[in-house]
């Protein structure tokens, strides 16, 4: 490639660039009016995928605070319940929304100061005082709509995935106060789930965890980390609730 010709890129890139820019603050709008509406059904998923896809385009261009902004917004969104959704989500996103904003209107000045906004984004991460932070991993809805159930009047934000690699991607991202995880979860079962992040460098390497197990492989449990053992039956979140009692 000529000089002329990488000019051209270069000229070709910087427009998209500034084109992306000038549009940013509108996109910021609409997934403000979806925040708004996350109490109703369908708008959850929407916003997510909205965040996610702004995260990426952003870091494309190369604007990485806002990158990192949605990042934030993302890990959030990973512990609140879809379902579940109250005023006090939706006013931590709008701070969230806040900070977009004010990261368009610098880039437009032509600043992008993401130190500053890392000590606030920080701040906003800071789990709230006396507040429980649990990870259930299980592949079926009864045993996460048990423990929920059991525990709901307490201060306890709950997140369920199925998956084990979705569950060791949130270990490795986000701290939890305990992990909930049952043996049967492939591709990435739950003693492997557990070790795994026993084995980490994360924050959550001494998590505590209550492992799972049915007929078939309680046997299993005998080798893996978890600090606490439970067999799936009727009782077992009344089981879970008098863990978290003891860990609180």
């Given at each position: 490639m000529n000089s002329k010709s990488k000019q051209s890129v270069i000229e070709l890139l910087q427009a998209l660039k500034t084109q992306y820019a000038s549009e940013l603050s509108s996109k910021i709008d609409e997934i403000e009016l979806n925040i708004l509406s996350l109490d109703?059904?369908?708008?959850?998923?929407?916003?997510?995928?909205?965040?996610?896809?702004?995260?990426?385009?952003?870091?494309?261009h190369g604007?990485?605070?806002?990158?990192s902004i949605c990042h934030?917004?993302?890990?959030?969104l990973?512990?609140?319940?879809?379902?579940?959704?109250?005023?006090?989500?939706?006013?931590?996103l709008l701070q969230y929304i806040?900070?977009?904003?004010?990261?368009?209107?610098?880039?437009?000045?032509?600043?992008?100061?993401?130190?500053?906004y890392e000590k606030i984004l920080?701040?906003?991460?800071?789990?709230?005082?006396?507040?429980?932070?649990?990870?259930?991993?299980?592949?079926s809805k009864a045993i996460p709509a048990l423990i929920r159930k059991e525990l709901e009047s307490q201060q306890i934000i709950f997140t369920s995935v199925e998956d084990g690699y979705q569950a060791l991607g949130l270990l490795l991202m986000k701290k939890y106060d305990l992990l909930i995880t049952s043996e049967e979860i492939g591709p990435l079962n739950g003693s492997a789930l557990i070790a795994g992040i026993k084995n980490s460098n994360s924050a959550n390497k001494n998590i505590k965890v209550i492992h799972l197990t049915s007929g078939q492989n309680k046997a299993s449990s005998e080798s893996t980390l978890a600090d606490y053992k439970l067999h799936k039956d009727?009782?077992?979140?009344n089981h879970v609730r008098g863990i978290i009692n003891k860990l609180n």
């Open positions: 109703k059904n369908g708008y959850f998923p929407e916003t997510l995928r909205q965040i996610h896809s702004m995260k990426g385009s952003a870091g494309t604007f990485m605070t806002v990158s934030h917004m993302e890990d959030y990973a512990l609140v319940d879809a379902n579940k959704i109250q005023p006090v989500h939706i006013d931590k806040d900070l977009l904003q004010q990261a368009s209107r610098s880039i437009i000045d032509g600043h992008d100061d993401n130190q500053r920080h701040a906003l991460a800071s789990p709230a005082a006396n507040v429980c932070r649990v990870l259930i991993v299980d592949n009727a009782s077992v979140a």
